[in-house]
């Protein structure tokens, strides 16, 4: 023990950031803390002004960032009771789009006063999706001008990725666009306050920033979107490309003393927080998806080829593993759908049932919603609350439930919320494996399969594979500890981190064939539906939302 060495995983989510400590040798998790940030998610109004936002923004605070180091890194050591000397790399990662405004010491532009009372200096988050107009046009002039990348993030860029958002700026707010002398992950700029050594890496410019075959796009495809985009590279995105598993720097003094912690010790390239966990769930292999299941779900899986997949979000050779082609989908809206349907439309008895039998009302209703059979409840819905991502790349979209009557009850409409999600996950599946890429078996980690067996059961039910979970409840946190292991030394890169220090549990949910069976009727359905509303047979989700912005005089 006296020999043991540690690396400490940061895991920036969209609510909060987390702080795990792991012995280097093992992947032994031995202390963690959790640091909510305090301005969270501001999607209503600006905490300065208080300005009201415009719907589809959701931007964040970057000091909250720091707090994460100031508080959740010193409480994990506490917790973890090792000598903070023996820590010998921190890694991070991070949801990805998420971009921000900085000046060129990386001070962010939302700091700067003139500028902090101006929503576009502040941090888009990931599913900030109010640059749909900007992802339009982007999408469109590439078919023009013939863009060979746009096939390798499934024919649309997303409203989420970097140049959207930086175009978004650009056209709403030209003088906080000029005023920014860099725009940058905030993935990377946590990195760069931890090292003070600016680095981009190479996972979230290639997945979310068009950097392919060694460069992004260039300056005659950008002046055609803007003018002024065309300097964006050379002006405001020039650091360094840095590879994963990589040293970005040594910790600074500053940041070492927010800590408590020596300086010097390796600070690792950042990541994106899906991306990380897939090694710490020991996939370095093709063929095995795993599904990051929170919020949201993003969807990886390795291969030794490179195809063309209609709505992933991205391929990037090396992206995730170093070696393999890294394919990534998404469903933008799985937890956070769950969780309206909770906090908005769930009557008074069952909350009391609940606050009765001293359960979670999620876990209450799981409960409820298990004593059903596959197709009891009669109803089917599109997983559409927060838009599509893959493989329709759709904001515009919106949630639909059909087959609701007088009888139907709250754990009905909840099990068939939980079914609509694993089908949106099975186009996903259906998608690659009819362009090339083969997926044998699905491993899940994130925060909703430690709270919910039913929705395991019934993702290996309509997919009609084993599911695996994670051996952490802390997966992203993990796979960033283990990749500052790499970038200390301690492993000669992140396969041989993976097999010392990933984990995966034994437990494994094998589909139930008349389950099964049922599910193969439900999903022809939802294909029905999702082709007739998805697919521009019947526009009348846009033609909702542009009466909506209507109403509210944003149009």
Not at 164 to 171: G, H, M, T, V, Y
Not at 188 to 207: F, H, P
């Amino acid at each position: 023990m006296a020999n043991d060495t540690y690396a400490i995983g940061v895991d920036f989510g969209t609510e909060s950031g987390r702080a795990v400590i792991v012995r280097v040798r093992d992947g032994a998790e031995l202390g963690s803390a959790v640091y909510q940030y305090p301005d969270g998610v501001i999607d209503e109004r600006l905490p300065t002004s208080g300005e009201r936002l415009p719907p589809e923004w959701a931007l964040q605070n970057p000091d909250d960032y720091i707090g994460v180091f100031k508080n959740a890194v010193p409480a994990a050591l506490k917790a973890s009771g090792i000598d903070p000397a023996d820590v010998i790399g921190i890694g991070i990662d991070f949801t990805a789009c998420t971009m921000m405004p900085t000046l060129a010491d990386g001070t962010p532009l939302c700091r700067v006063p003139q500028w902090r009372d101006n929503p576009h200096a502040w941090v888009k988050l990931w599913k900030h999706h109010a640059a749909q107009p900007e992802a339009d046009m982007i999408n469109e002039t590439a078919r023009q001008m013939g863009e060979g990348w746009l096939g390798r993030y499934g024919g649309k860029i997303s409203s989420e990725w970097f140049f959207s958002k930086a175009l978004q700026i650009l056209n709403e707010a030209p003088e906080a666009y000029r005023a920014a002398e860099r725009l940058i992950e905030a993935a990377d700029w946590v990195v760069w306050q931890l090292c003070g050594v600016e680095t981009r890496n190479t996972c979230t410019a290639g997945y979310k920033a068009i950097y392919q075959d060694g460069k992004f796009p260039d300056k005659k495809y950008l002046a055609a979107l803007h003018p002024e985009l065309a300097a964006v590279v050379e002006a405001k995105m020039a650091a360094p490309l840095a590879p994963l598993g990589g040293r970005a720097g040594g910790l600074t003094a500053e940041a070492a003393a927010w800590m408590g912690l020596k300086p010097g010790i390796a600070i690792a390239v950042a990541n994106v927080d899906a991306h990380v966990t897939v090694p710490a769930a020991q996939v370095t292999e093709p063929g095995r998806m795993v599904m990051i299941m929170g919020t949201s779900i993003c969807h990886m899986v390795l291969s030794e080829t490179l195809h063309e997949v209609p709505g992933m979000c991205g391929v990037v050779d090396g992206g995730i593993v170093p070696g393999l082609y890294g394919y990534e989908a998404g469903q933008s809206g799985v937890g956070d759908i769950f969780a309206w349907f909770v906090d908005n439309a769930v009557p008074p008895e069952y909350h009391e049932a609940a606050q009765a039998q001293g359960m979670d009302l999620h876990a209450y209703l799981e409960a409820e919603a298990a004593r059903q059979k596959p197709g009891e409840h009669g109803l089917l819905a599109l997983d559409w609350w927060n838009g599509n991502r893959s493989v329709l790349v759709d904001v515009d979209l919106g949630g639909l439930l059909i087959g609701a009557t007088l009888g139907t009850r709250a754990p009905d409409i909840y099990r068939a919320l939980i079914e609509a999600t694993a089908f949106g996950t099975r186009v996903i599946i259906e998608a690659f494996e009819r362009s090339g890429v083969p997926i044998t078996e699905l491993v899940a980690a994130g925060g909703l399969p430690e709270k919910n067996k039913l929705l395991m059961q019934i993702y290996s039910d309509v997919t009609g594979r084993e599911f695996r979970t994670i051996g952490s409840a802390q997966g992203p946190a993990l796979g960033s500890a283990m990749h500052a292991a790499v970038a200390a030394g301690a492993y000669p890169d992140i396969q041989a981190a993976a097999q010392a220090m990933g984990k995966l549990k034994d437990e494994v949910f094998r589909p139930i064939a008349e389950h099964q069976a049922v599910y193969d009727h439900l999903f022809a359905e939802y294909v029905t539906l999702y082709d007739y509303f998805g697919r521009g047979e019947n526009d009348v989700m846009k033609r909702l939302r542009k009466i909506r912005n209507q109403a509210r005089g944003l149009e």
